[in-house]
């Protein structure tokens, strides 16, 4: 028996674990998706894995899965983070959906002196990376952090971690991250509209773990740049060779 369905719940798992259902999901399940008792349910909630449950109970405000067997061990991404100044809303959202479905470990939105949006709605865009999670078939969830600035981020860098700094005013070459060993952990870091300040660019290129990458000779959006790093870390460190 498979499941068309997949949900993430905030829930342990386990065999035979019975999950109460959230109001929204028992909603969705038996109100849109008309699923009665003994219908399958696939979970997953980051840690324990996929799960294949069956519906014990559906009522109209609640109901109640009960875990079958484990269709997937967990998956971790490997150890990546993304670091970007929000934008417009909607272009920050595509970010986060984006970096969850391509194998972000963490999301961490920061203010730069240039970015606009000061505020993020930190809910919302980890609603987004679930729905992400759950659409890729993937058994993890990227944390979406709080929105930090980038001199705290800096601050509070983590020993040995590498930084990919996607510099738009360097026509330099492109990284050769493939010289670099795999498994170690990086980031990403993605400017805002306007880009980054003369200051921050200095302080940034001198950093002792930050390698500047060029992603051609074109400007591009931030949203098409977080993809195109991404997919240039992943094809050569990550876990898409
Ligand atoms: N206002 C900036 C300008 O006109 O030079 C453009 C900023 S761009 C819209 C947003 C971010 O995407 C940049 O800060 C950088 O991190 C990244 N980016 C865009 N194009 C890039 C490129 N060709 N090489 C490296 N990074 C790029």
Request: glycine share 8%; charged share 25%.
């Amino acid at each position: 028996m498979s499941a068309k369905i997949r949900l993430y719940v905030e829930h342990p798992l386990g065999p035979g674990q019975s999950v109460a259902l959230t109001r929204e999901h028992a909603h969705y399940l038996f109100g849109v998706m008309r699923l009665s008792a003994g219908a399958p349910v696939a979970l997953f909630n980051g840690r324990d894995g996929e799960w294949l449950a069956e519906v014990a109970e559906a009522g109209k405000r609640g109901g109640t899965l009960v875990c079958v067997e484990q269709t997937r061990p967990l998956q971790m991404p490997p150890d990546l983070w993304l670091f970007f100044a929000p934008i417009k809303k909607a272009r920050t959202d595509f970010i986060v959906e984006k970096a969850a479905e391509m194998g972000a470990a963490r999301i961490v939105p920061v203010q730069t002196e240039f970015t606009n949006s000061e505020r993020i709605r930190q809910d919302r865009l980890q609603a987004h990376a679930i729905e992400a999670a759950e659409q890729c078939g993937g058994t993890f969830v990227p944390e979406v952090c709080a929105m930090q600035k980038l001199d705290r981020v800096l601050a509070d860098w983590p020993e040995g971690r590498q930084l990919m700094f996607c510099n738009e005013a360097e026509v330099g070459s492109a990284l050769r991250l493939a010289e670099h060993e795999k498994g170690r952990p990086w980031a990403i870091l993605i400017g805002p509209e306007g880009g980054f300040s003369d200051r921050e660019r200095a302080r940034l290129t001198a950093l002792p773990y930050s390698h500047v990458v060029t992603l051609g000779p074109r400007i591009l959006r931030a949203d098409t740049a977080a993809v195109a790093a991404l997919t240039l870390w992943q094809q050569a460190l990550g876990d898409w060779g």
